[in-house]
C-alpha cells in the first residue's frame, strides 16, 4: 500500500557532507511522524532523527549539532542533512515513516536501506 524510497547515500570523507532523500508513495492519507535510523555491521539498529507532521524534531546523541532533518509535506519527503561526517556514522540508513492509510488505519513502514561510507 505504501512504499519508502531512499536516495542519496554512498561514499564521504571524513568531515563531509551528505543528503538523504525518502519518498513515501501509495495509499497514503497522511503521514504522521517520519524518520532515520541506521544500522552498522555488528550493531543494532539505533535512533538518528524523526519530525512530526508539525515539524518537531529528536535526534540521537551522537548525530546533534551536525545532522539535520526536514520535511515536505506537499512531497510526502524526508531530508537528512549530513555534516561533519565521522567513520563511526558508516551504518546503512533506513528511512522509517508512521502512516495513516486511506483506510484510516496507522501502519510503520520502512526503507529499503541505503548505504553511508565513511572513510578516514
Known amino acids: 500500500q505504501v512504499q519508502l524510497v531512499e536516495s542519496g547515500g554512498g561514499l564521504v570523507q571524513a568531515g563531509g557532507s551528505l543528503r538523504l532523500s525518502c519518498a513515501a508513495s501509495?495509499?497514503?492519507?497522511?503521514?504522521?511522524?517520519m524518520g532515520w535510523y541506521r544500522q552498522a555491521p555488528g550493531k543494532q539498529r539505533e535512533l538518528v532523527a524523526t519530525?512530526?507532521?508539525?515539524?518537531?524534531?529528536n535526534y540521537g546523541d551522537s548525530v546533534k549539532g551536525r545532522f539535520i532533518i526536514s520535511r515536505d509535506n506537499a512531497k510526502n519527503t524526508v531530508y537528512l542533512q549530513m555534516n561533519s561526517l565521522k567513520p563511526e556514522d558508516t551504518a546503512v540508513y533506513y528511512c522509517?515513516?508512521?502512516?495513516?492509510?486511506?483506510?484510516?488505519?496507522?501502519?510503520?513502514?520502512w526503507g529499503q536501506g541505503t548505504q553511508v561510507t565513511v572513510s578516514s
Open positions: 501509495g495509499r497514503i492519507l497522511i503521514i504522521n511522524r
Open positions: 519530525i512530526t507532521s508539525g515539524g518537531s524534531t
Open positions: 522509517n515513516g508512521m502512516i495513516r492509510v486511506v483506510t484510516f488505519n496507522e501502519y510503520e513502514y
